[in-house]
């Protein structure tokens, strides 16, 4: 199905790894044109020669995204550029592990604005121009501001805020045609996750505990792969979606909604 995303110029942040990097990579072999926002990070020379092999048509900046009033110079740079921004995706951001009980509250506000902030002043800075473009936003969210996880609040607490900013969005820009959705993602294999199964110990500890997870994960007993995320995400920034917002889309082998007797 062609996503008719030719030409279309789309930010993503986060986009060196992960999910980030799925997206971009999918939008790249759509024809789009990836604005990524990503702090150097020692695999920006790697990304730039897997995405070279698909598109020589895209942009990164190198930008912390916690120091946020960074991110107007970018946006008015870009649609300086290319004269139209007609999709955002917010991705960047990590399950830092702050509870409740060892967290202070300045460290809680400073997590939040870690995973949050952002997403608010990219949407903030490019929305005249995605109502110029009837564009599309995606907001990456997590299990977690629905589930809960019992050790991490501030992340736990963004990433349901960003559930909320999703429906509250879609309110805001309806009369402009503009949509706005969210991914909801349970058990993905990121090198993020790679890194955190890797705690557990020696290869047959990190297997025994991979197993415990994908156990309980309904379809097919399997992580998530970026690439399906990633499809999902383009689906949702495309025209072929036209009639899709305010929606929070699972993406998680029924891990949120499906009953656990199944597994």
């Known amino acids: 199905m062609d996503l008719h ?45 897997e995405l070279d092999k698909i598109t020589s048509t895209y942009e990164v900046y190198f930008i ?31 399950n830092d592990n702050k509870d409740v009980e060892s967290t ?14 952002h997403y608010y002043e990219l949407v903030h800075e490019t929305c005249p121009y995605l109502k110029e473009s009837k564009g599309s936003i995606v907001n990456i969210s997590s299990k977690t ?14 990433k349901g805020a960003v559930l909320g900013l999703t429906r509250e969005w879609a309110a805001a820009f309806a009369k402009d045609r503009v949509r706005v959705n969210a991914i909801v993602v349970a058990e993905a294999w990121t090198p993020l996750y790679a890194n955190w199964i890797k705690t557990f110990g020696d ?13 309980k994960i309904p379809l097919e007993h399997r992580m998530t ?18 009639h899709t917002t305010g929606q ?9 909604h499906l009953d656990r007797a199944l597994c």
């Open 5 to 49: 995303l030719e030409g279309k110029v789309i930010f993503v942040t986060g986009g060196f790894k992960g999910i980030g990097k799925g997206v971009v990579l999918t939008l790249a072999q759509e024809g789009a044109i990836p604005i990524i926002l990503n702090r150097k990070d020692g695999v920006e020379d790697e990304f730039r020669a």
């Open 64 to 94: 912390d995204l916690n120091d946020t009033d960074e991110i107007k110079p970018i946006v008015d740079d870009v649609y300086a550029k290319y004269g139209h921004i007609d999709g955002v995706v917010n991705n960047a951001g990590k």
């Open 104 to 117: 202070s509250w300045r460290e809680f506000e400073e997590s939040i604005h870690g995973n949050l902030t």
């Open 145 to 158: 501001a629905l589930t809960g996880q019992g050790k991490t609040s501030a992340y736990a607490a963004a």
């Open 203 to 215: 290869e047959e500890a990190q297997q025994a505990r991979l197993k415990v997870i994908t156990d």
């Open 225 to 242: 792969s970026t690439e399906e995320i990633a499809d999902t995400a383009a689906f949702l920034l495309s025209d072929r979606s036209s």
């Open 248 to 256: 929070w889309v699972y993406v998680d082998g029924g891990y949120v």
